[in-house]
T-cell receptor, first 114, second 115 residues
Framework: AQSVTQLDSQVPVFEEAPVELRCNYS??????LFWYVQYPNQGLQLLLK??????LVKGINGFEAEFNKSQTSFHLRKPSVHISDTAEYFC????????????FGQGTRLTINP | EAGVAQSPRYKIIEKRQSVAFWCNPI?????LYWYQQILGQGPKLLIQ????????DSQLPKDRFSAERLKGVDSTLKIQPAKLEDSAVYLC?????????????FGPGTRLTVT
């Protein structure tokens, strides 16, 4: 079974500042890793995913994440945030086999202050 | 391409009543998922369909929740009778299935309040 821990429930930052949202996972098998974003009153939208290959993954809206197998982490970063990035961010894992269901972390609320 | 459609968007019911949610996935998507998202938590998978068949319903409270996917397209999730702890957003998602790591596309969700 897999589990995901998002280390910060809330992250406030100023506009144009860099941000890192932290995610650690636990699994006894190899996994795929995802970051989803949820804007208010909307469903989840995929930001980026890691399947294999380069450990640095680039996604939409200027976000990127780095897979670190030894530390079982998949932290999300953006060098300069905008007001429009205010949202809830979810890290998720699925295993390579079986039904490949997504197991989500509890989410990190990113608040951008002007 | 139309996204995943869900209805209703909001529903308020009293405990012990029944409720049903409807989902229309992206055309051609073989895999359909229902998630429960309780306030302050990440989504939790309730049930996964591959075409008409159930792939995973291990976290579905089968004494009160049921789901079906007729003809491998639309799906309905029902709760009967509802409890206070069922208050949550119910998200439907679909994917093309096939190889692992495929993206799941989410609908806007149905916000259920049980009073």
């Amino acid at each position: 079974a897999q589990s995901v821990t998002q280390l910060d429930s809330q992250v406030p930052v100023f506009e144009e500042a860099p941000v890192e949202l932290r995610c650690n996972y636990s699994s006894s098998v190899s996994v795929y890793l995802f970051w989803y974003v949820q804007y208010p009153n909307q469903g989840l939208q995929l930001l980026l995913k890691y399947l294999s290959g380069s450990t640095l993954v680039k996604g939409i809206n200027g976000f990127e994440a780095e897979f670190n197998k030894s530390q079982t982490s998949f932290h999300l970063r953006k060098p300069s945030v905008h007001i429009s990035d205010t949202a809830e961010y979810f890290c998720a894992v699925s295993d390579w086999q079986g039904a490949q269901k997504l197991v989500f972390g509890q989410g990190t609320r990113l608040t951008i202050n002007p | 391409e139309a996204g995943v459609a869900q209805s209703p968007r909001y529903k308020i019911i009293e405990k012990r009543q029944s409720v049903a949610f409807w989902c229309n996935p992206i055309s051609g998507h073989a895999t359909l998922y229902w998630y429960q998202q309780i306030l302050g938590q990440g989504p939790k998978l309730l049930i996964q369909f591959q075409n008409n068949g159930v792939v995973d319903d291990s976290q579905l409270p089968k004494d009160r929740f049921s789901a079906e996917r007729l003809k491998g397209v639309d799906s309905t999730l029902k709760i009967q009778p509802a409890k206070l702890e069922d208050s949550a957003v119910y998200l439907c998602a679909s994917s093309s299935g096939g190889a692992g790591g495929v993206e799941q596309y989410f609908g806007p969700g149905t916000r259920l309040t049980v009073t």
